[in-house]
């Protein structure tokens, strides 16, 4: 069987985005009814899920039918107890399978023994667990790249709301040499309703700059929900997230690429073309312009060419140029701010930064009338933007 896969809708340019899908489940020329009569075959989430809420359905059936349980139905219960009973699928990144494929037989072993507790998704950081932690384990940590942010939901089986007691903490694994791991944190502070977030940013400590090696250690989080009738009280769940992290000493500035994503749209934000025009009966851009989703390839293809790349996420102030060999523009849409343009001319000129430009098409007529009908709501949907934003790119390299 195929499972269907979908790659994450990123909450970019911090972190690869939180992990969806939560499961998969049968989507692949999945056998129905069909209006006009007879069966007829469909793929896609528009026939998984179905089968996901199917056994949601059982499964709550289950529960309400148990004392013990019914008091304990919620949506986020039933959501942990589904995703720890899958199966992960071997050679998938986490951003195509969730926790794995759904596996209800297991689920409704799980749910016999099911406690109110606090869990995490994913469960782990871990850059040895490669492809699953895809694409955090494709490249090594190391002292003064651009930080790591892993953006994870916190799922609150004991009520519908809760607060996390106190800030996340890092306790390191002294004997891995886990104090030369640098954490620092971001949550939301209440969870509502049933979920909320945490950012784990992790960077490598100067004293680290010439280890080689696996460092351990976990962050300890604490969430507290109220009472919420006279038969459950108020409740307290303590998690430990494992964290392991691959270091190396700091690579040679030849080697250290600089990829540009300020500029570029990163999860587009209304109805975008495709930079390939020429497909037709997919117009649409869902992913957005990053090294993990359009520009995976040359992603990969530089990874196995030697070279380590690093995400810019904030404007050219932010970055240090006598630290990289090569800042990457790949197909950028938005402007320059005149502060950006002088440094820049600054770092090529002064600090031996060497510029890489990529950009596709540009045709300001053709933007303004691009254009689709949409099935859905019965009208014409006009495309915002398209291409790269070639006035902006020649303004940034007039100096030359």
């Known amino acids: 069987k195929q499972w269907y896969q979908r790659r994450v809708r990123g909450e970019l340019p911090e972190g690869s985005g939180r992990v969806k899908p939560d499961i998969v489940t049968y989507g692949t020329a999945i056998r129905g009814s069909n209006i006009k009569g007879s069966c007829r075959y469909l793929t896609g989430t528009s026939v998984s899920s179905p089968v996901v809420t199917g056994a949601v359905s059982l499964l709550t059936e289950i529960m309400k039918k148990n004392e013990r349980l019914s008091r304990l139905l919620s949506p986020a219960s039933i959501k942990q107890v589904l995703m720890a009973s899958a199966d992960r699928l071997p050679g998938v990144s986490m951003y195509e399978q969730g926790s794995g494929k759904m596996n209800l037989p297991r689920a409704y072993e799980l749910l016999q023994g099911y406690v109110p507790q606090i869990t995490i998704s994913p469960s782990k950081i871990d850059w040895t667990d490669c492809p699953y932690m895809w694409p955090i384990c494709s490249q090594p940590l190391y002292h003064s790249s651009m930080p ?89 769940s303590t998690l430990h997230i494992p964290v392991k992290v691959n270091i190396i000493p700091t690579p040679p500035r030849n080697r250290r690429i600089l990829w540009d994503h300020f500029h570029s749209i990163g999860y587009p934000v209304g109805p975008f073309p495709r930079d390939n025009l020429k497909l037709q009966t997919s117009p649409l851009d869902w992913n957005g312009d990053h090294i993990h989703t359009n520009f995976n390839g040359i992603y990969k293809h530089l990874r196995g060419k030697g070279y380590f790349v690093e995400i810019l996420s904030t404007h050219f102030g932010c970055f240090d140029a006598k630290k990289y060999g090569y800042l990457f523009l790949v197909d950028p849409e938005d402007a320059f701010f005149e502060s950006e343009i002088k440094k820049l001319s600054a770092d090529m000129t002064e600090q031996g930064l060497n510029l890489v430009v990529l950009a596709d098409w540009y045709n300001g007529p053709l933007i303004k009338h691009i254009k689709f009908y949409d099935e859905n709501t019965k009208q014409w949907v006009v495309l915002q933007g398209g291409g790269a934003n070639v006035p902006a790119l020649n303004k940034l390299l007039a100096p030359w």
């Open 148 to 236: 790591v942010t892993v953006n994870m939901t916190v799922i609150n089986g004991m009520g519908v709301s809760g607060t996390i007691t106190s800030p996340p903490t890092w306790h390191p694994n002294t004997h891995t040499s886990g104090n030369i791991l640098l954490l620092s944190f971001s949550y939301s502070a209440t969870l509502w309703p049933w979920t909320g977030y945490l950012a784990i940013t992790l960077s490598v400590d100067k004293s680290g700059a010439g280890f080689a090696g696996t460092v351990e250690g976990y962050v300890l989080l604490t969430v507290q929900s109220p009472a919420t009738s006279e038969d459950i009280s108020e409740q307290t």
